[in-house]
T-cell receptor
Framework: DAKTTQPTSMDCAEGRAANLPCNHSTISGNEYVYWYRQIHSQGPQYIIHGLKNNETNEMASLIITEDRKSSTLILPHATLRDTAVYYC??????????????FGTGTRLQVTL | DAGVIQSPRHEVTEMGQEVTLRCKPISGHNSLFWYRQTMMRGLELLIYFNNNVPIDDSGMPEDRFSAKMPNASFSTLKIQPSEPRDSAVYFC??????????????FGSGTQLSVL
């Protein structure tokens, strides 16, 4: 699976949009971009994933550049509960059953008042 | 749905003792993953199963670690003998059969293991 590069940490004011970047310049055509987050002392939580189109769900939006070499996770109105480590993962979606998910070091997002 | 259930939540043991961690995946899920998390090494995949069959155990640290999945609703991770460097949080995760939501892994709350 392709490697990803994320900033170590970021701050965001509550109520503002949090934009978390991720570089995956070696991504292959059949690899998806996934985002998970881990709130302190909990297991990781799935947020969103995409292949090449932008995606939106109730938690966040995912913007993938046209060349697919980078992406941005957007939390439109960050709250204190969004303080967590955010992981960007590139992964081949294999046919049939699950393939492994490899976590990097992620971005520690601190949402402040 | 109760989600992925792990037990125990906390385990404190002495070096040399056998430790067994347990996991009940979400009903209907057919893939199960064991991860270990430490400050130094982050989240590491140890092993994963598809349809109760181990697919990739390359992350298992050494022969002291073993994992089984005797049926679709139960898995164990055993460490024998345990060592202080095994101290970590161990997470179990499951995912459903392929079909749109296969890509999502659902994680349990983890087992905090301390080996003294």
């Amino acid at each position: 699976d392709a490697k990803t590069t994320q900033p170590t940490s970021m701050d965001c004011a509550e109520g503002r949009a949090a934009n978390l970047p991720c570089n995956h310049s070696t991504i292959s055509g059949n690899e998806y971009v996934y985002w998970y987050r881990q709130i302190h002392s909990q297991g990781p939580q799935y947020i969103i994933h995409g292949l090449k189109n932008n995606e939106t769900n109730e938690m966040a939006s995912l913007i993938i550049t046209e060349d697919r070499k980078s992406s941005t996770l957007i939390l439109p109105h960050a709250t204190l509960r969004d303080t967590a480590v955010y992981y960007c993962i590139v992964r081949v979606a294999s046919a049939g059953t699950a393939s492994k998910l490899t976590f990097g070091t992620g971005t520690r997002l601190q949402v402040t008042l | 749905d109760a989600g992925v259930i792990q037990s125990p939540r906390h385990e404190v043991t002495e070096m040399g003792q056998e430790v067994t961690l347990r996991c009940k995946p979400i009903s209907g899920h057919n893939s199960l993953f064991w991860y270990r998390q430490t400050m130094m090494r982050g989240l590491e995949l140890l092993i994963y199963f598809n349809n109760n069959v181990p697919i990739d155990d390359s992350g298992m640290p050494e022969d002291r670690f073993s994992a089984k999945m005797p049926n679709a609703s139960f898995s164990t991770l055993k460490i024998q003998p345990s060592e202080p460097r095994d101290s970590a949080v161990y997470f179990c995760a499951s995912s459903p059969p392929r079909g749109g939501t296969n890509e999502k892994l659902f994680f349990g709350s983890g087992t905090q293991l301390s080996v003294l």
